[in-house]
């Protein structure tokens, strides 16, 4: 058991009898009351939200989760098929797992899956990855005085917004989180 006082950011806890996840805390100390500790916890299975409050006398059991990098091999239907690098051993995980961050998965591409008693519960991509343009609109000349952006689709198939001087060929920094551009990455 811990105390809700050691809860830190990723930190995997059992609470109604579910696995959550605290994506955010904050202690509160209102006026004459007992402090609190304020949380957002996301559940591991579902990825629901929730807001709860807990006195700082209370205890949850803290789960330990068994985090690994490993690399994407392959699509089919609605599983994502992973390869551990050092053991070559190959799991299979729900697409829904990388929700948006999906559109842009590449072979090859390492990403963090986190275990409870060997299944796998959740995954994310690193928090920028680099991609090559597939397609990109010519930009229009007298454009570039303001912050005129334009859309571009990327080897995966994502598209997003570019500044006007993106072409096709160039290798962009993306953020997985927001799933939007960065800058250019110079090549060669």
Not at 110 to 117: D, H, M, N, P, V
Request: with cysteine; hydrophobic share 40%.
């Amino acid at each position: 058991m811990a105390s809700v006082s050691e809860f830190r950011n990723g930190m995997a806890v059992r609470y109604d009898n579910d696995i959550w996840v605290v994506v955010q805390f904050q202690h509160v100390s209102p006026g004459n009351w007992r402090a609190m500790l304020r949380t957002k916890l996301k559940n591991v299975r579902t990825g629901r939200v929730i807001d709860v409050t807990f006195r700082m006398s209370d205890e949850v059991e803290e789960v330990r989760l068994e985090e690994k990098k490993m690399s994407f091999l392959y699509d089919s239907d609605d599983l994502l098929h992973f390869m551990d690098p050092e053991t070559y051993d190959q799991i299979a995980i729900p697409a829904d797992m990388l929700e948006e961050q999906r559109s842009f998965l590449k072979e090859g591409e390492l990403c963090s899956i986190s275990f409870l008693e060997n299944r796998p519960i959740s995954a994310s991509l690193p928090t920028f990855v680099t991609l090559k343009v597939a397609e990109a609109e010519p930009g229009v000349r007298g454009d570039s005085a303001t912050n005129v952006m334009k859309y571009a689709v990327l080897e995966t198939g994502a598209r997003i917004q570019v500044p006007l001087f993106i072409k096709e060929g160039d290798v962009l920094k993306i953020d997985t989180r927001t799933g939007k551009y960065v800058e250019r990455v110079a090549t060669g």
